[in-house]
Nanobody, 127 residues
Framework: QVQLVESGGGLVQAGGSLRLSCAAS????????MGWFRQAPGKEREFVAA???????????YYADSVKGRFTISRDNAKNTVDLQMNSLKPEDTAVYYC?????????????????WGRGTQVTVSS
């Protein structure tokens, strides 16, 4: 059974940092794209960041404009994990954050491109 499990969410003050982690089990995701999405109350789920691996030491990362320069996505293929380092957090970053994996085709920012999803972890940023 394939599972993606997020951790690291919580409550933080504006300007603070959190590090989210996603642990995959049941299969390896080293050959597929992985990403993070989020859904704020009353809003649709939106793309946050994605990472591809083309073999060797080359990774490609992509970010939503709203988080560029503040968030960093990384992955450890040996551990089958993908992390999201979030710095300079803002109240508008408050949302449930979801890990997604298993993207072999399609746009990196499209939810339909991903075959596997975690249940999400809550991030709350207070002002």
């Amino acid at each position: 059974q394939v599972q993606l499990v997020e951790s690291g969410g919580g409550l933080v003050q504006a300007g603070g940092s959190l590090r989210l982690s996603c642990a995959a089990s049941g299969r390896t995701f080293s050959g597929s794209g992985m990403g993070w999405f989020r859904q704020a109350p009353g809003k649709e789920r939106e793309f946050v960041a994605a990472i591809n691996w083309s073999g060797g030491i080359t990774y490609y990362t992509y970010y939503a404009d709203s988080v560029k320069g503040r968030f960093t996505i990384s992955r450890d293929n040996a551990k089958n994990t993908v992390d999201l380092q979030m710095n300079s957090l803002k109240p508008e970053d408050t949302a449930v954050y979801y890990c997604a994996g298993g993207r072999y085709s399609g746009p990196y920012h499209a939810q339909t491109s991903y075959n596997y999803w975690g249940r999400g972890t809550q991030v709350t940023v207070s002002s």
